[in-house]
């Protein structure tokens, strides 16, 4: 499988919060444009420092993170944020490590999103094309 990018808007949850609240203005929400990496052996979406900065975010937490090679490392972890993809959206937490927003299977999974290898792009789950349906017990 070839590399898979997608136009990514990430939102600072609590400001859009407000914004729905009527507190602040919705030209004031801060957000972030990446063209995110697909990573489908990653399990949650990373975004780095300059991104939690930009989104005027903090850390809340510490979580491990298992690399590819298999080192583990504590790393931050984001205060909430919206991530839109393809016009679907979702509520996260974000890992924050490296250089660049990489999105994980959890975000794909909420967001009814697959990935179409033999196409290298990431398109609508063909049995719910007009919104994300969650299966729940």
Not at 28 to 57: H, N
Not at 60 to 89: F, H, L, Q, T
Request: net charge negative.
């Amino acid at each position: 499988m070839g590399e898979v990018r997608i136009k990514t808007s990430i939102y600072n949850a609590m400001d859009e919060a407000l914004a729905r609240r009527g507190r602040i203005r919705p030209d004031e929400i801060r957000k972030y444009e990446a063209d995110a990496m697909i990573d489908t052996g990653a399990i949650r979406t990373v975004i780095p420092t300059f991104v939690l900065e930009q989104l005027g975010l903090e850390i809340r937490g510490k979580r491990v993170a298992e690399y590819a090679d298999g080192r583990k490392d504590s790393v931050g972890v984001s205060e909430p944020i919206i991530i839109n993809i393809m016009g679907r959206d979702t509520l996260e937490e974000a890992l924050v490590l490296g250089d660049e927003v990489l999105i994980g299977q959890t975000v794909l999974e909420k967001l009814d999103l697959l990935v179409d290898c033999a196409n290298n792009r990431l398109i609508p789950n063909p049995a719910h094309p007009d919104q994300p349906v969650s299966k729940v017990k």
